[in-house]
């Protein structure tokens, strides 16, 4: 199919400087027709519309989906209406205008910190979507020729995981006297944010002395509205320190908002943050807008449904070509893993065809240094190629007859037809392989991928990517008909944290060394148990004991005695956990 240049000319699209070929797609044209006709069927273009009109189409919440109204300029897109009377535009732009004030104030110097120092150091608190976002928005900005400029003398930092390690990492060399905390977090409560919004409270007042006003100048909150009461219990100034953000702006769906506004024009000034909007904005009107057949986060969302739904590949891999993005990907995956990996549909239904892929990524050419062996020649994975005509800074060495870019950009270019075209036994005899060997050098080909090509990694360009990758996701939502927009899976194991806290307090507060933990089951109340010996016992006796070994023998044996396990060997011998 991919030496039909009629199917491959069919097969591109192209919006605003973006180039997208999906010609390597395992599709036809009649494929594709029936794709738009599963769309139509399932009122895509209605849902999309119904969207960014402020439909409450994130039905177990009762809430609308707007993160579109965060980038839409103050003329608005689409018919955004909030039916509690709130007009999202004028609330996105009163929000923004102060992040641009506050902004400059900051970077001019007229905002210090408690001892009059000029603040320089920025430290942004926040896990899952009010991280990863901003994160990888910076770490494109970070080489970005404006914002190479503008960041200079600045410093930002993210600080997420509750390990303290990660703390220690984060502000080991800052100075607190210089340094801003962002707390970024749309409900106020999560508990890995929260105490370590705690920690870097005390790490401020170690330094600076216990006073309210330490915190009211050195600590802002990003937050929805309905957190308003615990920013301010917090100690956080809620007229001049808090930048709200609402329960219509998912969490994931966030970076667009104060979340990523504040940390990053702080960091490089509110101009570079504007055109990261404006791009995402170009790509929100061509989804708006375009007919299907010519609307790329459609197409890209089809066959996101076709390649897991139809083919059965229940992963994919996004490959920038561009290691400013090697954050893109986490991005990704949690926004698409979160909003889509659901299983029962918006009637209530369970569903019973596959939908919601394992997302996963790296940059080229890292990646095809680590796991490209299996998608070259294990399980079929879908890959996504991300390039870019123009480097954020290219190379061009003496003696070299390619820059270093079209070296990079080389690999862009041959791993597609690689994974497609595949290679034959004869091909891998004629380069006069041993016979025994062939087999092993066999590439099956036939696997599928798409390229998007871009002018180079610009802010602009950027909020382009973000917009596409957050619409596939919706789109992929609205053809199986799940609720994208909440994630009531990541709740459970928030609450057995909680359970599992208990214990832990209660033996450590225990007088009794030898006090036991009874947890859930058997397994978790051992593992506690030989967590808090050992942690006692670490201290002074020489570190950890070995876990008991006659129950790990016994498993391996059993393991061993199966393998290779056959599908109906191990049905026999599985069962329900709980
Ligand atoms: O912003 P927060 O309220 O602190 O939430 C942080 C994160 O918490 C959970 O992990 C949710 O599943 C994410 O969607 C959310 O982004």
Redesign the pocket.
């Known amino acids: 199919m991919l030496r039909d240049r009629d199917r491959c000319d069919a097969m591109i699209a192209t919006h605003d400087g973006v180039y997208y070929d999906y010609s390597r797609q395992r599709v036809t044209a009649e494929t594709m027709d029936l794709l738009f006709d599963l769309a139509e069927r399932q009122m895509l273009t209605d849902r999309i519309r119904g969207m960014f009109g402020g439909d409450r189409i994130n039905f177990t919440e009762d809430r609308a989906v707007l993160h579109t109204a965060l980038r839409a300029g103050r003329e608005g897109i689409g018919t955004v209406f909030v039916d509690d009377g709130v007009d999202a535009i004028r609330e996105v732009h009163d929000v923004l205008d102060r992040v641009r004030r506050f902004t400059d104030a900051f970077r001019s110097g007229e905002i210090t910190g408690y001892t009059g120092k000029r603040m320089r150091n920025v430290v942004s608190v926040?896990?899952?979507?009010?991280?990863?976002g901003p994160e990888f928005l910076h770490e494109v900005l970070k080489t970005e020729a404006v914002g190479i400029s503008t960041s200079l003398g600045y410093d930002l930092r993210f600080l997420a995981n509750v390990d303290p390690v990660d703390v220690e990492r984060t502000c080991a060399d800052l100075d607190p006297e210089e340094t801003l905390i962002i707390v970024?977090?749309?409900?106020?409560?999560?508990a890995?944010?929260?105490l370590n919004a705690r920690t870097m409270r005390q790490w401020l007042w170690d330094f600076m002395g216990d006073d309210a006003d330490v915190v009211r100048r050195h600590v802002v909150a990003c937050?929805?509205v309905s957190?308003t009461e615990r920013v301010r219990a917090f100690g956080i100034d809620t007229d001049e320190g808090m930048f709200r953000f609402w329960d219509w702006v998912?969490?994931?769906y966030?970076v667009c908002g104060a979340?990523g506004a504040v940390p990053i024009s702080l960091m490089y000034g509110y101009d570079l943050f504007e055109k990261f909007l404006e791009g995402a904005r170009s790509m929100d009107q061509h989804f708006l807008n375009a007919p299907p057949r010519k609307n790329i986060p459609i197409i890209m969302g089809l066959l996101g449904c076709w390649n897991s739904s139809f083919m059965g590949y229940s992963s994919r891999a996004l490959i920038p070509y561009a290691q400013a993005l090697l954050r893109l990907p986490a991005h990704i995956q949690?926004l698409d893993m979160?909003s889509n990996g659901k299983r029962i549909n918006r009637h209530g239904v369970e569903i019973d065809y596959p939908v919601g892929e394992v997302d996963f990524g790296e940059p080229g050419t890292n990646s095809q240094h680590s796991f490209f062996q299996m998608i070259h020649q294990g399980q079929t994975v879908p890959v996504d190629f991300l390039g870019f005509v123009r480097s954020q800074h290219d190379l061009l060495m003496d003696n070299e007859k390619l820059s270093s870019h079209d070296e990079l950009m080389a690999n862009f270019f041959a791993q597609p037809d690689a994974l497609a075209n595949g290679k034959t036994a004869d091909e891998v005899r004629a380069e006069g392989c041993p016979e025994e060997l062939v087999l092993h050098k066999v590439f099956d080909g036939n696997r599928p991928s798409s390229s998007l090509l871009f002018p180079e990694l610009s802010a602009y360009v950027t909020g382009q990517i973000l917009s596409l990758y957050e619409h596939r996701t919706a789109v992929q939502g609205f053809i199986w008909d799940l609720n994208s927009f909440d994630?009531w899976?990541?709740?459970l194991g928030?609450k057995l944290a909680l359970d599992v806290k208990e214990h832990l307090m209660e033996a450590r507060n225990s007088e009794v060394g030898d006090h036991e933990i009874i947890a859930d089951n058997p397994a978790t109340s051992r593992i506690m148990n030989y967590y808090i010996k050992n942690s006692r016992d670490a201290v002074g006796v020489g570190g950890l004991s070995n876990p008991g070994t006659s129950a790990t023998s016994v498993t391996r044996k059993t393991h061993k005695d199966h393998f290779p396990p056959q599908i109906n060997d191990l049905g026999g011998h599985s069962g329900r956990l709980s």
């Open positions: 926040g896990i899952g979507g009010s991280y990863l970024v977090s749309k409900t106020f409560t999560t890995e944010t929260m937050s929805s957190a998912g969490g994931r966030s979340a949690q979160e994630q899976g990541v709740e928030k």
